[in-house]
Nanobody
Framework: QVQLVESGGGLVQAGGSLRLSCAAS????????MAWHRQAPGKQRELVAR???????NYADSVRGRFTISRDNAKNTMYLQMNSLKPEDTAVYYC?????????WGQGTQVTVSS
């Protein structure tokens, strides 16, 4: 069983930065792909960025060049560095993990970007 806990959300002005963290319990962290998703009010949850167990990354077009996903397997922690934030980045951000599909989810952390 993997448990995920997000932190680092908050209120920031447009153009600012935040770093989200996702701490994982469980000994299988390093074997799981990890991802960040977000859900804005009235919208479907969308995949923001993902990172494989080997460190390969993919990004949604809307965040590519502004967000960076990374992981530290020694600390069982994944990060999302978010720069040049825009009001449209406002959402609840969730981390997820899985080997086939996203089997594990965190509870979410709110990110609010003011204009």
């Amino acid at each position: 069983q993997v448990q995920l806990v997000e932190s680092g959300g908050g209120l920031v002005q447009a153009g600012g930065s935040l770093r989200l963290s996702c701490a994982a319990s469980g000994r299988i962290f390093s074997r799981n792909a990890m991802a960040w998703h977000r859900q804005a009010p009235g919208k479907q949850r969308e995949l923001v960025a993902r990172i494989t167990s080997g460190g390969s990354t993919n990004y949604a077009d809307s965040v590519r060049g502004r967000f960076t996903i990374s992981r530290d397997n020694a600390k069982n922690t994944m990060y999302l560095q978010m720069n040049s934030l825009k009001p449209e980045d406002t959402a609840v951000y969730y981390c997820s993990a899985g080997v086939v599909g996203w089997s594990y989810w965190g509870q979410g952390t709110q990110v609010t970007v003011s204009s």
